[in-house]
Structures are given as structure tokens and as C-alpha cells.
């Protein structure tokens, strides 16, 4: 039984060795948290270079090789490393079991080795970078992988597979404790939207990262071995290695966007005083997007030699997983409708998502039609699209996650005015840079070249102009959010006035959460007609 | 519990039966069919060992969504894939010689 | 037996176990995604070149391949005894019967050890000394596939034969293992089988009627 005393998770016990072998699902997600705040802004310092090296169009900041290299490691280390960790590994195992009125995960001795994973994988794929890094980008195709790449193929790729078994053995947790752990009363549609969103999201964890290791494990034995598993000099085929990759690797986009949307569907109703409109269509579509995102992914592969017929079916699907992503927007949307907006930080993060999101899904329509993509597959039209949705979709949904928890992970509240800035900014900085990559990609630009026809030049000067501001915007967190944990205010249990179980507790929570379990009476998201919040059990 | 080891031995006799015919049936002139018997009773033999051995047979339906999910997705993986590689057609250009053809030979 | 306590997140045993099981079987459905990713390479050549395909399997061992299906089918009934003999408090027959379960895993790899030399010897073996001349590329493609499933599957027999190998030594102990732990293990050990049961026709029966 926990006093009233001040105890919680991070004062319980503060010794080094207390943080290395904890199994509190709240300090591993701090561990995670440092963790991928340290490989973004590795990949971010690439991203950097290759927007100072594509400020002219005859280069000269790097060679080509280098440059090679250097997108590779931006993209192995935001995919790998940063984006797909990112929400659920840090606001996931933190609030997982509080929204569910739990006291930790099914198996928190597994949570911990999924971070000694990651940080095992992570390390080796560091080491293969600071040796000289792969120039193959973060695809690897065949053959240039496996017989002509001369950089570390086999080190980076060893430290993805380490990596992958900490998203699986994530994903695996999640889903137990989901079906298992749940508070009495607590019935299915009755969770959080965030919790159905971080179930579909380890349904994929589960079910596509093994492909993807096996995947990685015949690259490395083909560059390893010299045999030709995809050689067609043996009578096999590099296609093979690209269905493979993007059966893993489709679904992966998703892992990266659904804890993000969960995260929207989160703040919308809180910060609108209104309910989810929609709840079981926002539920559903969540594990909508998660089951046809299996079945698309040969869009990535329309100009490769896969056959026109596989191609057809597809295209047609990946027109179809779009549409449970719009229903969720139209569904924010009407939650907005005749609600009592704030413009707190968390909020202006969201309505950042839902446009950008939008932008970038619909540009995703274009690259599914087989005659557009045709021409602006490889281009920049691809990097912007992407873009949109893994930043200014997944990393500003995580921002607003960020923000929106702030006061419950830490116990203190961040200076509201700093934030709000932050996020306008990050918004101007954002569309500036990856804007104009859209008319790149279409005038003819690809993607990958460190130089490029003077007529371009303007586009990527705006652009590098863009990427500056979203370096302020991405650099302004640290010090604000890091000033708040010495000097801000105090946080109440429930600052924004939200309906979830984890306001429930204290900010910061005490070790194990509850006392007791709570007893749910209600859905997630009651307000009543003036905006009053009608929490989802009494105090546990 | 006589009951269940009798259950656990006569699977048993069951799956060496299943795996004598399917040795045997390989020898056999089925042309298209080979494989597909041959899958067939691997597939067989599989249920046993999850319905039996493996106790799917009582567990809760929870359980056996986890035990088909496995090899449901599989069958996606393998099905698209497959699409890709039964439907692929020649399509090389007029001037470019036929696929296994001799080094100088054309169209 | 007294009951063990559940561990402080779970309000019952029977709520713990069953969270046991849904994450085993979890993690079964990754082992088949793990291993069907190496079919799906397997389908696409062999639906692409069969003729090649059916030629090189019969360089296989179908009696040493059917052997060992025997062998770890045998396995499996031995596994289930002991989980019945666990449930029933019968640890000494629990014990026997896992240990037979391990000793029948060993003989597997013994033979496996024997059959990989065997094509060690006759030049089948890609990356060490394959003859391509002789045997021709798909071939070399499809012992690939060979020693990789077969390599992987023997790689996850020897984990299971640790773990069988020690409930079998805890469960003539003083302090013997939890029936969960038994059961669970026990998931694996069957999955392997599984594994292996799909493997055989797919390397053992092809072309074999020609």
C-alpha cells in the first residue's frame, strides 16, 4: 500500500545499478527515451549534411561515395533506430499499463532484455557507420549489396537483426498485456484508442519483422558466402530479396504511423472537451490499416520486373489501405466540430498531423497509380511523400505525445508559450523543406544524387532553408523540456483536465501505479455538454 | 489418464502412418499432384501435433486466433509473392534476343 | 502441490499462465513467419524451374530424411507424456519421458551431422565447394535452401534439447519445474516438429517419381 507520501518511480530508488536492471515498464521507457533521442539526432546530423551538400548543384562538400554512405545512414538510423522504436518503446511502455489500469507489462523482465536488445543492435550498426558505413541505402538491394558494395554490408545488417528481436519481443508484450492485464470493467470498447492503435501496431511488430530477418540473415550469408541466392549468373532473382525486404518493410510504414494516430486520437477529444466521433470506426480502421498494409506491398516494386498482373492487384490494394486512414481524419475532424478548442502545445502538434498527414497520404494515392508512379518513382516526389508522413505525420504526433504526457512522465509542466512556438515553427520549418521537393520530384529530380542540373537549384535552396528551421524546431525541445524538469512547475495528477486511468495517479506515478485496480465505469472520451470531463473510474 | 496417454499413442501410430504413405506416395506418378499430396498430408500431420499434442483442442478460441494468425499471414506472404512469379510474361523488346537464346541469334 | 504466488501485476495464477500461453503462442507465429520467409524463396524458384528443382532434391537422403521425421515425431508423443505425467505429480515418469524427448533430439542431430558430411563429401555443400559444373546452378540454389532451413531448424532443436534436457534434470530434483514451464517448453519442442514436418516433403519427396 503506497502512502501519500512522495514517492514515486523515479525517487523509489536512484542508484545506477536500479536504472540498468529495472523492470519498471516507466524507466525502460525512459532508457528507451534517451536511447532514441541519441539516434535521432545521429540521423538528423546526416540529414543535415545532405542538405548542406545539396545547396549547390555541383556538390563539393562530400564526394559521391560519401554521399552514398551518408543517406544510407540516415535512413538505416531513422527507420531502425529512431522511427519505429519510437512511440511505442517509450510513450507505450509508459503509458500501456496506466491506460489500462495495470500494474506493469506481462512480462517486464522481457521488456527490459527488448532494450538490451536494442541497444546491442544499435551499438553494432553504430560501429558499422563510424568505420565507414554502406553506401547500398537503407533498402540494401541486390546484387549492389551483396557483390559490389564496399562498406560494412554484414555489420549494419547484424545490427538490425539484433534490433529486430527487440521489436518483437515489444510487440509480443504489448499484445498480451492488452488481452490479459486490462482493469475490471475495462472491456474492449472501452480502451483507449492509443491502445487498439498499439495493438495493430504489434500485430505487425510480430508478424513482419521475422520476414525481414530472415531476410537479412540470406543477404548476409550471399555477401558472406559468395553464393548467389538472388544471383542471376545462378538462375536467381533480385526480385526475390526486394519481396522479401517489402513484405517487412511496407508494413513497417505502419509501425511507424498507427502509435502516432493513436496518439492524435488521444489529445483531439481532451483538447476539442468533445468526444471521439467515430470511436469504433477509429478503432477498427486502426486494425484495418495494420491488416491490408500486409498485402501492398509490390507498389514498391511497379518498375522493377515484377510481373504487370501482381502489379495490377497491388496497385488496387494500396488505393484501398488509404481509405481507413481518411476515415480516421474525417473522424478527428468531427470530433473538432462544435468542440471547445485549446490551442495548447499538444493540440497545435495534432493539427500539424492531420495536415501534413492528409498531404502525405494523398500523394501516397498518386505513387499507387501504376502510370504516375511510372515516372516518378526514385525522384523526390517519393522522398517528399514519405517525409510527410514518417515527420510531419509520426514525429509531430510523437512531439504532441510528448508534450501531452510531459507533466505525467516527469512530474512537472513545460513552459507553454516555448512549446507552442516550437510548434508553429517545426510546421513552417517542416513544409518549407520537404514542399518543394514535391515540384523536384516531379520536374525530374531523383533521389540519391548528390548533384544535380543547375535548373534545380532553387527548390533545393528552400528546401536546405527548410531543414535549418526544422533543426531549431527539433533542437528548442532539449532545452525547454529539459529546463522544465529542474525548474518548472509542479504537474497535478491530471493537468489538462483528460478522462484516461493514467490521470488517475500522481505526477510523477508511484512504482507500481495503482494500489488497487481501478474499476471502469464508462468509455474513454465522455465529456458532458460543457466540456467537463467524466473520468473513466473513480479514483484507483 | 490412461485415456490421454491412449490419445498421445495412437496420434502417434497415426502420424508414422501418415508419414510412410507420404514417402511411399512420392514414388508414385501423380505428375502435378505429387506436391500437393504430399502438403496435404504434411498438413495433416501438423494437426495433429496442434490439436493434440500441442492441446489446441482445449484451448480457449483466443488461442487458436494466435496458433492459425501464424500461418494465416504466411499464406499471404506466400500467395502475393507467388502471383508475382506465375504471371510473369516475356516482355523483351523486338531487338532483343528471346530469353535462353544463342549468343548472335534475334528475333 | 501448493500454488505459487502470481507475480505482483497479476491478480491470479490461472491469469498468469494463461498470459504464459498467449505469449508462446505469439511467439510461435513469429517462428512461422521466420521459417515461411525462407519457403516463400523456396516457392518462387521452385515454381520457376522445377525440372531443376525435382533434379537436385533426389541427391538427398530420403531414408536418413525419413528417419528423423520418425525420430522427432517420436519426440513429440514423449513430450506430450511428460506434460500429462507433470500435470499428474508423476516426476519421475516426467522425467524419463524428457529425457528420452532429449536423448531422441540428439539422435536427430547425429544424423543430420552424418548426412551434412556425406554431401560435405560428394561437393554439395554452397559456399565450401560446390560443383557447379556437375550439379548446375538451381541446384546450387536448392541446397542453399537445404542447409539453410535444415541449418536454422537445427539451430532452434538444440535450444530445445537445453531446455528439455533441463526440466529433465529439474524434475528428478528436489526442486522441480512449474507444469507451465513444462507445458510451455513443451509449445516449442512441438513447433520444431512442425517445422520439420513441413520440411520433409519439401526437400525430401520432390522428383521423386520420375
Same mark, same amino acid.
Given at each position: 500500500m503506497h502512502g501519500a507520501g512522495t514517492e514515486n518511480y523515479l525517487n523509489a530508488e536512484t542508484s545506477l545499478r536500479s536504472w540498468l536492471l529495472t523492470t519498471d515498464h516507466k524507466r525502460i521507457a525512459l532508457l528507451y527515451f534517451a536511447s532514441i533521442t541519441f539516434f535521432f539526432f545521429v540521423g538528423g546530423l546526416a540529414a543535415g549534411l545532405i542538405r548542406l551538400q545539396l545547396i549547390t548543384p555541383y556538390g563539393g562538400l562530400v564526394g559521391a561515395d560519401t554521399y552514398n554512405r551518408l543517406f544510407t545512414m540516415h535512413g538505416i538510423i531513422m527507420v531502425w533506430f529512431f522511427l519505429i522504436p519510437s512511440i511505442p518503446t517509450t510513450l507505450g511502455n509508459f503509458m500501456v499499463p496506466m491506460m489500462i489500469g495495470a500494474r506493469d507489462l506481462a512480462f517486464p523482465r522481457l521488456n527490459l532484455t527488448s532494450w538490451y536488445l536494442y541497444i546491442a543492435g544499435g551499438l553494432i550498426t553504430l560501429s558499422a557507420l563510424l568505420l565507414g558505413g554502406v553506401d547500398t541505402g537503407w533498402t540494401f538491394y541486390e546484387p549492389l549489396s551483396t557483390a559490389y558494395a564496399n562498406g560494412y554490408v554484414v555489420l549494419a545488417v547484424l545490427g538490425i537483426f539484433i534490433a529486430g528481436f527487440s521489436s518483437v519481443l515489444t510487440g509480443l508484450n504489448f499484445i498480451v498485456t492488452i488481452h490479459k492485464l486490462r482493469a475490471p470493467g475495462l472491456i474492449w470498447y472501452r480502451l483507449p484508442v492509443f491502445i487498439w492503435s498499439t495493438y495493430a501496431t504489434s500485430l505487425i511488430l510480430v508478424l513482419a519483422t521475422p520476414v525481414l530477418a530472415m531476410t537479412l540473415l540470406m543477404l548476409a550469408a550471399e555477401r558472406l558466402l559468395h553464393v548467389g541466392i538472388f544471383d542471376p549468373a545462378l538462375g536467381g532473382d533480385p526480385l526475390l530479396f526486394q519481396h522479401m525486404f517489402w513484405f517487412y518493410s511496407h508494413p513497417a510504414v505502419y509501425i511507424m504511423i498507427l502509435p502516432s494516430m493513436g496518439v492524435i486520437s488521444e489529445i483531439v477529444p481532451c483538447f476539442s472537451r468533445k468526444n471521439l466521433f467515430g470511436y469504433k470506426f477509429v478503432v477498427w480502421c486502426s486494425i484495418a490499416i495494420a491488416a491490408i498494409g500486409f498485402l501492398v506491398w509490390g507498389h514498391h516494386m511497379f518498375v522493377s520486373g515484377q510481373s504487370l498482373y501482381a502489379s495490377l492487384v497491388f496497385s488496387f490494394l494500396s488505393y484501398a489501405v488509404a481509405v481507413p486512414s481518411a476515415i480516421k481524419v474525417f473522424n478527428w475532424i468531427a470530433t473538432m466540430h462544435k468542440g471547445w478548442i485549446r490551442f495548447d502545445a499538444p493540440m497545435l502538434y495534432a493539427f500539424g498531423f492531420i495536415g501534413l498527414f492528409t498531404v502525405g497520404g494523398l500523394t501516397g494515392l498518386f505513387l499507387a497509380a501504376l502510370a504516375v508512379d511510372v515516372h516518378v518513382t526514385d525522384t523526390y516526389f517519393v522522398v517528399a511523400h514519405f517525409h510527410y508522413i514518417m515527420v510531419g505525420g509520426a514525429v509531430m504526433g510523437y512531439f504532441g505525445g510528448l508534450h501531452y504526457w510531459w507533466p505525467k512522465i516527469t512530474? *512537472?509542466?513545460?513552459?507553454?508559450?516555448?512549446? *507552442?512556438?516550437?510548434?508553429?515553427? %517545426?510546421?513552417?520549418?517542416?513544409?518549407? %523543406?520537404?514542399?518543394?521537393?514535391? +515540384?523536384?520530384? %516531379?520536374?525530374?529530380?531523383? *533521389? *540519391?544524387?548528390?548533384?544535380?542540373?543547375?535548373?534545380?537549384? +532553387?527548390?533545393?535552396?528552400?528546401?536546405?532553408?527548410?531543414?535549418s528551421i526544422l533543426a531549431v524546431g527539433y533542437a528548442l525541445p532539449i532545452f525547454y523540456l529539459g529546463w522544465s524538469i529542474v525548474r518548472g512547475k509542479r504537474a497535478p495528477a491530471d493537468p489538462w483536465r483528460a478522462t484516461g486511468l493514467e490521470w488517475l495517479t500522481r505526477s510523477p506515478p508511484p512504482p507500481h501505479n495503482f494500489a488497487a485496480a481501478p474499476e471502469v465505469l464508462r468509455g474513454p472520451y465522455c465529456y458532458d455538454e460543457e466540456g467537463n470531463a467524466l473520468p473513466q473510474a473513480a479514483h484507483g | 489418464m490412461s485415456a490421454a496417454l491412449k490419445r498421445i499413442w495412437l496420434c502417434w501410430a497415426a502420424l508414422l502412418l501418415l508419414l510412410a504413405t507420404t514417402t511411399g506416395a512420392a514414388f508414385l506418378p501423380l505428375g502435378r499432384f505429387n506436391p500437393f499430396v504430399a502438403l496435404a498430408i504434411a498438413g495433416a500431420k501438423a494437426l495433429i501435433v496442434l490439436i493434440v499434442f500441442m492441446e489446441l483442442r482445449r484451448s480457449s478460441g483466443l488461442v487458436r486466433a494466435f496458433a492459425a494468425a501464424g500461418f494465416f499471414w504466411l499464406a499471404i506472404l506466400l500467395t502475393l509473392t507467388s502471383a508475382d512469379y506465375l504471371t510473369r510474361r516475356d516482355t523483351s523488346a523486338s531487338w532483343q534476343p528471346e530469353p535462353g537464346a544463342q549468343p548472335g541469334e534475334t528475333r | 502441490m501448493a500454488e505459487q504466488a502470481p507475480t505482483f501485476q497479476y491478480a491470479t495464477r490461472a491469469q498468469q499462465d494463461d498470459a504464459s500461453a498467449l505469449g508462446m503462442w505469439t511467439f510461435l507465429a513469429t517462428e512461422v513467419l521466420f521459417f515461411g520467409a525462407l519457403l516463400a524463396g523456396y516457392s518462387a524458384y521452385r515454381i520457376t524451374h522445377p525440372a531443376e528443382f525435382a533434379e537436385a532434391a533426389r541427391h538427398t537422403r530420403i531414408v536418413l530424411g525419413a528417419a528423423n521425421t520418425a525420430i522427432l515425431l517420436t519426440s513429440s508423443a514423449f513430450m506430450a507424456m511428460a506434460v500429462e505425467m507433470t500435470g499428474a505429480g508423476r516426476r519421475r515418469a516426467a522425467a524419463f519421458c524428457l529425457a528420452i524427448t532429449a536423448a531422441l533430439g540428439i539422435g536427430f542431430m547425429l544424423i543430420k551431422g552424418w548426412e551434412y558430411s556425406l554431401e560435405y563429401g560428394e561437393q554439395l555443400v554452397p559456399g565450401l565447394d560446390f560443383d557447379v559444373d556437375r550439379y548446375g546452378g538451381i541446384a546450387e540454389l536448392f541446397f542453399l535452401f537445404y542447409f539453410f532451413a535444415t541449418g536454422v531448424h537445427a539451430l532452434h532443436l538444440t535450444i530445445?534439447?537445453?531446455?528439455?534436457?533441463?526440466?529433465? !534434470?529439474?524434475?528428478?530434483?528436489?526442486?522441480?519445474?512449474?507444469?507451465?514451464?513444462?507445458?510451455? !517448453?513443451?509449445?516449442?519442442?512441438?513447433?520444431?516438429?512442425?517445422?520439420?514436418?513441413?520440411?520433409?516433403?519439401? !526437400?525430401?519427396?520432390?522428383?521423386?517419381?520420375?
Open positions: 512530474g *512537472r509542466l513545460y513552459p507553454e508559450y516555448w512549446a *507552442r512556438f516550437t510548434a508553429i515553427l %517545426t510546421f513552417f520549418g517542416f513544409n518549407l %523543406t520537404f514542399f518543394p521537393q514535391f +515540384i523536384l520530384g %516531379t520536374l525530374g529530380m531523383p *533521389r *540519391r544524387y548528390q548533384v544535380y542540373p543547375p535548373e534545380f537549384q +532553387i527548390w533545393h535552396v528552400l528546401s536546405s532553408a527548410g531543414a | - | 530445445g534439447i537445453a531446455m528439455v534436457g533441463g526440466l529433465a !534434470i529439474r524434475s528428478a530434483s528436489a526442486d522441480p519445474p512449474k507444469a507451465i514451464s513444462v507445458r510451455m !517448453i513443451g509449445l516449442y519442442w512441438h513447433f520444431v516438429d512442425v517445422v520439420w514436418i513441413f520440411l520433409f516433403p519439401l !526437400i525430401y519427396l520432390v522428383g521423386r517419381n520420375a
